[in-house]
């Protein structure tokens, strides 16, 4: 088949989160399978600068907010992604300094709206053959609200495309004004609760609900809460209303990436069956060389990913004090995010700077240092569509310590009496959101810790674990060759 994904963005060429790691391995999957996959992105510009053989693919005018586009297609390619390129090449809207939703104070683009309908009507173009590419696809794979009116846009069109919106994080919906909605000059017939308005404003995320054949989330769990009043942000009357076309395929890990045995960034190389234990103290060591901490043998907890509510950060600011009196437990964290927690947490490093390391901002390096030299991660998420990160600790043998939520609940295996016993336990799982409940999880685990033989078991079943993309890759090809059975 011929698969076109849309996002906003792609690793390694950009990546803010979880989106971009997809985006990167869920199409390398599928062109191994032997699927014809293509990648469009916008053109932003510091993408310009890491991608090789760009070549003009075509041109096409595109109505914005109020004014019209020239818009260049570019192809290109990039040495880690076995797929062509394709970068809508629009600077006054792409190239800019910051990421790609925020400016350099953190603060969203103020023409969001802008930006990514126009990418939207871009890619529908594109699709449709409108920029004479010579290539146009069976499957338009879009992914979050950036992308959200492709499925609504190529409804205009007599096509026989299908697609497929892809829901990474419900709680980031795309709502604008309707003033916005009509300076983008959108169909009228649009402004309807059937289609992409969304109590008073228009949401994008809606319209990719309302128009695409099938709604993915990235995990199974996360597809049922979602239909939830608790975990559905709004949305769980329409997805509800569209449950006929809702599945949840979990997200995989490459691990081409993300593999001790190979890994580029850590100090010693190790798996499963050959240096596991020298490999993971020797990680350590260098891990906590990096953050000036003392060589130990005490626990060392990471964690790595944004500090906010979602992720649980709060509830890691509560306990590391108490942890810190009552146990010999250290603890390296790598992230950006709210101010508040940001600074809570340089305090702490400040009070604690023998037992605590903290880097705010985000480096692929560190990440990887963490997964390998880490003893346990600490990932207390309020909600988690999939996550990445569990599975990273995984394989790389650092028992991960979550939540019993979304993709988590799916993939970690709480080391209970009964699944020590039969040797299933992976880490350990708490349920309330709440501070006390992480401390005893924490402490459950310091507790398996101090048992060298007990906590080589729980490590050997977490590496043994496989969630590779090859199974998710084919899910999603039966999906794209599955017909809807209602609603379209």
Not at 118 to 124: E, H, L, M, P
Not at 178 to 189: K, N, S
Not at 235 to 251: A, E, M, P, T, V
Not at 420 to 435: E, L
Request: with cysteine.
């Amino acid at each position: 088949m011929k698969i076109l994904f849309a996002a906003s963005e792609v690793y390694p060429l950009i990546k803010t989160g979880g989106l971009g790691d997809v985006m990167h391995s869920l199409p390398s999957a599928l062109a191994e399978l032997g699927d014809d996959v293509r990648i469009v992105i916008p053109a932003y510009e510091s993408v310009i600068s890491k991608v090789e053989n760009i070549v003009d693919a075509g041109e096409m005018i595109v109505q914005g907010s109020g004014r019209m586009h020239q818009v260049r297609i570019l192809q290109a390619s990039h040495e880690s992604l076995n797929m062509p390129v394709m970068l809508i090449d629009i600077p006054v809207l792409y190239s800019r300094k910051g990421n790609p939703y925020v400016d350099e104070n953190g603060h969203n683009w103020v023409d969001n709206a802008e930006r990514f309908a126009v990418f939207s009507r871009c890619v529908a173009m594109l699709a449709t053959g409108q920029a004479d590419t010579g290539w146009k696809p069976d499957v338009v794979h879009c992914n979050d609200w950036q992308t959200g009116l492709v499925p609504a846009f190529l409804s205009q069109y007599e096509t026989d495309i299908k697609t497929v919106f892809t829901i990474h994080n419900l709680s980031y919906a795309g709502h604008f004004s309707y003033a916005t909605f009509e300076q983008l000059g959108l169909p009228a017939e649009w402004w309807s609760p059937d289609s992409v308005e969304f109590y008073g404003n228009f949401s994008m995320l809606k319209a990719g609900l309302i128009y695409s054949h099938w709604i993915t989330t990235v995990s199974p769990s996360y597809a049922d809460e979602i239909c939830t009043p608790d975990g559905g942000n709004g949305y769980d009357g329409i997805l509800n209303h569209l449950s006929y076309k809702l599945i949840g395929i979990l997200n995989g890990v490459d691990y081409k990436i993300w593999n001790p045995q190979t890994d580029e960034f850590i100090a010693r190389h190790y798996s499963l069956t050959h240096q596991r234990i020298v490999g993971k103290k020797e990680n350590k060591k260098s891990l906590l060389e990096h953050f000036d901490l003392p060589d130990t043998s005490a626990p060392v907890f990471g964690f790595v990913g944004r500090m906010v509510e979602q992720k649980g950060v709060d509830l890691i600011v509560s306990v590391i004090p108490h942890l810190i009196k009552h146990t010999d437990a250290m603890f390296v964290l790598l992230g950006t995010g709210q101010l508040e927690y940001q600074q809570q947490l340089q305090n702490l490093a400040k009070q604690y700077p023998e037992r605590m390391g903290l880097s705010i901002g985000y480096s692929e390096e560190i990440a990887h240092k963490i997964e390998a030299g880490a003893d346990a991660f600490l990932m207390p998420s309020r909600f988690e569509p999939c996550g990445l990160n569990q599975m990273y600790s995984l394989k790389y043998g650092t028992p991960p310590i979550v939540r019993y939520t979304g993709g988590l609940a799916d993939t970690v295996v709480d080391a209970n009496d009964e699944t020590i016993k039969n040797k299933t336990a992976t880490g350990f799982v708490f349920n309330k959101i709440d501070a006390d409940e992480l401390l005893q999880a924490i402490n459950r685990c310091i507790n398996v810790f101090k048992k060298e033989k007990l906590w080589g078991q729980v490590c050997r079943t977490a590496m043994q674990q496989d969630y590779s993309w090859t199974h998710s890759a084919h899910e999603y090809e039966k999906l794209y060759k599955k017909q809807t059975t209602s609603g379209l």
